[in-house]
């Protein structure tokens, strides 16, 4: 009996130390002060929103010529737009206008963070940017955590396309995967259900997954094409893991053929 309540008040602690501390194992951030200055070797603006609750978002613009439209990209969980901004050359080199944000919490954005916050600042910013370009000319890209995101704005709106790279079923999925033997229904506070989104997303949709991706499994890819076969079009990179898609001709023609079909 003894070693039973040893158990049960380890398991206890470990569940409420994840409840308390899930930030600390989902977010990795970057933060950086106030007047740092961006350095990339080709145009761009940086933008900065003052949300109604005080929050801060704070985001960076690439523009080409005469673009075909915008790619509004939504990252993944780690460092800042600082490094991330890296990517916009795969898209200004297609003739694509680029532009991502911080989430809260990231970079110079400030401000408390939660699904539902992050859902609101995706869509204040998708508001503000089909002010600028028709939605016909709008791509919504989310790369792994932003995955969930990005389907979450293309469900509510109406983009030229949806791309997600690396995509989750759903986060509460993913993370089962890992910690199926905590009681993750209770004390998980990031859901985020991917399939349910796409279920509801009348733009096209393209997912580029590598099959040897072991942090989101290929098998979440194909089971969120599934879902919608007709309207869904998965890309499958050939030994492609999650962080080194870019490596892969394959990839690139991918983003060609999708970007200017």
């Given amino acids: 009996m003894s070693i039973l309540i040893v158990i049960l008040i380890i398991y206890v602690s470990i569940s409420l ?12 951030p970057e933060i950086l002060p106030h007047d740092f200055k961006y350095q990339y070797p080709f145009p761009f603006e940086e933008k900065q929103f003052d949300l109604p609750d005080g929050g801060r978002i704070n985001a960076i613009w690439f523009k080409v ?11 993944g969980n780690s460092r800042s737009i600082k490094g991330w901004g890296k990517f916009a050359k795969d898209y200004v080199g297609k003739g694509y206008d680029f532009f991502m944000m911080d989430y809260r919490g990231f970079g110079k954005s400030r401000g408390h963070r939660s699904e539902q916050i992050i859902y609101s600042d995706a869509e204040y910013v998708y ?3 089909s002010t600028l370009y028709d939605q016909s000319k709008i791509v919504v890209l989310g790369r792994s955590l932003g995955s969930g995101f990005a389907a979450r704005v293309a469900a509510w709106n109406h983009p030229k396309m949806l791309i997600l790279d690396s995509p989750y079923y759903s986060f509460q999925y993913q993370i089962h995967r890992f910690g199926w033997w905590l009681p993750l229904r209770w004390i998980l506070r990031y859901k985020i259900p991917t399939y349910m989104y796409i279920q509801k997303i009348n733009c096209p949709v393209y997912i580029i997954h590598g099959d040897k991706d072991f942090l989101i499994s290929y098998e979440q890819g194909v089971r969120l094409q599934q879902l919608m076969p007709d309207k869904v079009t998965l890309i499958t990179i050939k030994g492609g893991r999650h962080n080194n898609l870019p490596q892969f001709e394959s990839y690139h023609k991918g983003l060609y053929k ?3 079909a």
């Fill in 127 to 129: 508001n503000w940017l």
């Fill in 65 to 75: 010529p005469n673009s075909l439209g915008v790619v509004y990209f939504l990252k």
């Fill in 258 to 260: 999708i970007l200017n």
């Fill in 17 to 28: 130390a994840f409840y308390f501390l899930q930030h600390l194992f989902f977010f990795r």
